[in-house]
């Protein structure tokens, strides 16, 4: 029996771990996580704003994997591939014939000066809690402060992560003000990008569109603007400074770090992986999900990490290592991105799909699409059950 060892349960590792339990009787399977529930991180910064209660995007690991996978919680500090075994906090290392590491994102900060003492990251379930409470803990102290910056908040970046954010807080606003009796017209949202365009990855008419509406709802943004330090309560650039008592950090992310602790050749902790998903000179080390690096044979530049191409990557992976254990060839990894969605909160969005040609769609269509995509994504890792209990 071939000893698969899968590290990280975010949407590579339990796809990959569900795909291989169907082929269970040639392989022993064991996937590690932090935790004992896996979190859908494309829906954080519901949570974060409070739309979302955490319990409405995770579910147990236990629960929705098949009985024929090992599931150890526990965290990784590092793979030993001399040994071929992973090292654990707690728990002794575990040995392996075949590695799946899909250990997923954190937080990057460009090592700006503050950005990490200073700001909110939303990178899993515990900062997504966090934020919430400091904004509702911020706006509910400013009856007793009257203190303007209690009232403003600076998203930093307009990423995907950042419109998303900005999307749900502007729809939660008015519930806010109602509850926090706050002087509607001294709220103060701004958000500050590096670069001049927000929303890079969608053409200008959509990119456009969110600006708008969301500027329509009171955002400010500040493009062509790069952050170079936060102190407690101000965001500095290199000519102005905004002031603001809560300050959201969604510039962008990283792999874990265990890949640097591990001595892998990588860039921000993502690993160049060959055209099967293998690691160069370790046939039997697949690296997949936000830890991987894949360049798009088109563009020639690297496939963002999205919740699609991990999905999509974990397929590879597990085809691959069932095609190595009956001593066939393994497949290189092709990706054909189906689309991008962007919500603007629970009701609005852009999107770009590539089915059946390129379409583009602005607006409430966009609300009941996101839903769709993200019941999919739960019907795929997890179970019916779990996506209708999700609802
Ligand atoms: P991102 O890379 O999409 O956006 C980060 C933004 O921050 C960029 O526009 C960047 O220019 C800006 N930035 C970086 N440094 C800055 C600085 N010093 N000052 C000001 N601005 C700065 O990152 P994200 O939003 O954190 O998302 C992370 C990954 O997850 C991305 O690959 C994204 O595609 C993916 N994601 C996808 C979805 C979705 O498909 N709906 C949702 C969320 C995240």
């Not at 590792?13 to 979190?39: C, E, F, M, W």
């Amino acid at each position: 029996m071939a000893n698969v060892l899968i590290l990280g349960a975010g949407y590579a590792g339990l796809r990959a771990a569900k795909l291989l339990a169907k082929h269970a009787s040639q392989l022993t399977i064991t996937i590690v996580n932090d935790h004992p529930y896996h979190y859908e991180s494309t829906q954080l910064h519901e949570v974060a704003v409070g739309n979302k209660e955490p319990a409405d995007i995770t579910f147990s690991l236990r629960a929705s994997l098949p009985d024929n996978v090992n599931l150890v919680v526990d965290t990784v500090t590092k793979i030993d591939r001399d040994q071929q075994r992973v090292e654990l906090a707690h728990h002794d290392p575990l040995p392996y014939d075949y590695l799946i590491n899909s250990l997923g994102f954190e937080s990057e900060t460009f090592g700006i000066p503050g950005a990490e003492e200073n700001a909110l990251p939303l990178i899993d379930i515990d900062t997504a809690v966090a934020a919430r409470k400091h904004l509702e803990e911020t706006l509910a102290h400013f009856s007793q402060s009257q203190d303007p910056d209690d009232l403003r908040i600076i998203v930093c970046g307009a990423g995907f992560t950042s419109i998303e954010y900005l999307g749900e807080l502007v729809h939660r606003l008015p519930k806010l003000i109602d509850q926090y009796h706050l002087p509607a017209d001294q709220i103060k949202i701004d958000c500050i990008e590096a670069m001049p365009k927000v929303l890079p990855m969608f053409s200008q008419d959509l990119a456009d569109y969110a600006v708008h509406y969301l500027e329509s709802h009171g955002v400010t943004f500040h493009t062509s603007t790069p952050i170079t330090q936060i102190d407690p309560g101000v965001v500095h650039s290199k000519d102005t400074s905004y002031t603001a008592h809560t300050i959201i950090w969604t510039t962008g992310v990283q792999g874990s770090h265990v890949i640097a602790d591990s001595g892998y050749a990588q860039k921000r902790n993502r690993v160049m992986v060959q055209d099967d998903l293998t690691v160069k000179d370790h046939p039997n080390e697949y690296i997949i999900g936000d830890v991987s690096a894949v360049p798009d044979p088109a563009s020639g530049r690297l496939y963002p990490t999205t919740a699609q191409i991990a999905i999509a990557q974990a397929d590879t992976a597990a085809h691959n290592i069932r095609a190595q254990v009956s001593g066939r060839t393994p497949s290189k990894f092709t990706f054909h991105s189906l689309g991008t969605v962007c919500s603007l909160g629970p009701t609005s969005g852009v999107a770009e799909i590539n089915m059946l040609g390129h379409w583009k769609f602005k607006g409430v269509i966009v609300g009941p699409l996101k839903k769709l995509v993200n019941d999919r994504s739960v019907l795929e890792l997890a179970n019916v059950r779990t996506m209708l209990e999700s609802n």
